[in-house]
T-cell receptor
Framework: QQQVKQSPQSLIVQKGGISIINCAYE??????FPWYQQFPGKGPALLIA?????SEKKEGRFTISFNKSAKQFSLHIMDSQPGDSATYFC??????????FGTGTRLLVSP | DVKVTQSSRYLVKRTGEKVFLECVQD?????MFWYRQDPGLGLRLIYF???????EKGDIPEGYSVSREKKERFSLILESASTNQTSMYLC?????????????FGAGTRLSVL
């Protein structure tokens, strides 16, 4: 299965709260899991990424949690800010840089 | 800074027209990609190229073709545009084919086919 299932479709979080976006996959051959952030009118940009041999990766307020046995991974945004309001895509590498993307989560952080 | 430039931000075309979407990257990247982005469907890979004159089909190549005559330029061609090809088209490039290599995206071309 070459799909990555992403939820929720949209999310509203208060400023200072924690935003959590979840993704699940079936293909155990996926070898790299990036998250992309997209602001309106812009192309997606890499936010953070993880390999399947690591359970957690943190960069500033952004953390990926990876559960290999459950075939799930999630993005946590701590102390969410209005500037984090964007659409977030999880993805998985199928090999040779071919990425399969989730359907996206539109995050709104209210002031 | 890596720059991926798509020649048009907005395009309006008629059904049956031949449409060219152009993409240029300035960082000597080996790989280039074309995606389409639709609400609720995320990004779907149309075609990619890992070298000049080389191309590979992605997940949704039907109705599209590509051309890569020079390393920095990757064109997406809609041979006979149809209304179901109305979408946002995104070009990306990456340095090489390692799984950890970053794909850099252009700002997109919003195509409307009437």
């Amino acid at each position: 299965q070459q799909q990555v299932k992403q939820s929720p479709q949209s999310l509203i979080v208060q400023k200072g709260g924690i935003s959590i976006i979840n993704c699940a996959y079936e293909n155990t051959a996926f070898d790299y899991f990036p998250w992309y952030q997209q602001f309106p009118g812009k192309g997606p940009a890499l936010l953070i990424a993880i390999r399947p041999d690591v359970s957690e990766k943190k960069e500033g307020r952004f953390t990926i949690s990876f559960n290999k046995s459950a075939k799930q991974f999630s993005l946590h945004i701590m102390d969410s800010q209005p500037g984090d309001s964007a659409t977030y895509f999880c993805a998985a590498n199928t090999g040779f840089q071919k990425l399969v993307f989730g359907t996206g989560t539109r995050l709104l952080v209210s002031p | 800074d890596v720059k991926v430039t798509q020649s048009s931000r907005y395009l309006v075309k008629r059904t049956g027209e031949k449409v060219f979407l152009e993409c240029v990257q300035d960082m000597d990247h080996e790989n280039m990609f074309w995606y389409r982005q639709d609400p609720g469907l995320g990004l779907r890979l149309i075609y990619f190229s890992y070298d000049v004159k080389m191309k590979e089909k992605g997940d949704i190549p039907e109705g599209y073709s590509v051309s890569r005559e020079k390393k920095e330029r990757f064109s997406l061609i809609l041979e006979s545009a149809s209304t179901n090809q109305t979408s946002m088209y995104l070009c990306a490039s990456s340095l090489s084919s390692g799984p950890g290599d970053i794909q850099y995206f252009g700002a997109g071309t919003r195509l409307s086919v009437l």
